[in-house]
């Protein structure tokens, strides 16, 4: 089954660091734009970072860069986002996404979704 | 950035009646070389991961309903549900893929009346 899987979520205080990851199966992984987009508690969704399908090009909203990387490794078929210097307002349910394609044209649009993991950022 | 602004932000609607989503763009997202609108829409049930249900502004991806529509062109764009059924309860976002960052409008949340 084509499916994305989020893990390592969980609580941080404030300062702190987590590393979250994605598991993708059943697609050909290294082919597609890859981004994790959150979604605070009852609010909307926010895109925070994508990565091209070689991981050459990396891509962060102004809210997260300087303090969160994406990466992947296409050999395992994984994306991970590592979360540095964690906010209050970085508490969310962070959302593993995968680009969508025509042909061999890739786009940032998300057409897979994981079910999410929660970060809970307090002290 | 495009910010993208969705109305209205609820909507109730009587079943197997019609509901419509606006959702406008502070910039163009029609790309003029091939003359295709670079936006989306989702669906987010409660609990749920959002769902992707139209791209290129009114393309149904496979598996979605017909009463699911998309139409607009450039900076303004709907999303209409014809014959609201009890299950398209949710939140429907639309999201522009023209430039980067991608960005989402806020959210219209469709109930029962």
């Known amino acids: 089954e084509v499916q994305l899987l989020e893990s390592g979520g969980g609580l941080a205080q404030p300062g702190g660091s987590l590393r979250l990851s994605c598991a993708a199966s059943e697609f050909t992984f290294g082919r597609y734009v890859m981004s994790w987009v959150r979604q605070a508690p009852g609010k909307g969704l926010e895109w925070i970072s994508g990565?091209?399908?070689?991981?050459?090009?990396?891509y962060y909203a102004d809210s997260v860069k300087g303090r969160f990387s994406i990466s992947r490794d296409n050999s395992k078929n994984s994306l991970d986002l590592q979360m540095n210097s964690l906010r209050v307002e970085d508490t969310a349910v962070y959302y593993c996404a995968k680009g969508g394609a025509v042909a061999d044209t890739v786009y940032w649009y998300f057409d897979l979704w994981g079910p999410g993991t929660a970060v809970t950022v307090s002290s | 950035d495009i910010v993208m602004t969705q109305s209205p932000d609820s909507l109730p609607v009587s079943l197997g009646e019609r509901a419509t989503i606006n959702c406008k763009s502070s910039q163009s997202v029609l790309y003029s070389s091939n003359n295709k609108n670079y936006l989306v829409w989702y669906q987010q049930k409660l609990g749920q991961p959002p769902k992707l249900l139209i791209s290129w502004a009114s393309t149904r991806e496979s598996g979605v309903p017909d009463r699911f529509s998309g139409s607009g062109s450039g900076t303004d764009f709907s999303l209409t549900i014809s014959n609201l059924q009890a299950e398209d309860v949710a939140v429907y976002y639309c999201q522009q893929y023209y430039s980067t960052p991608p960005t989402f409008g806020q959210g219209t949340k469709v109930e029962i009346k």
């Open positions: 990565i091209s399908g070689s991981g050459s090009g990396r």
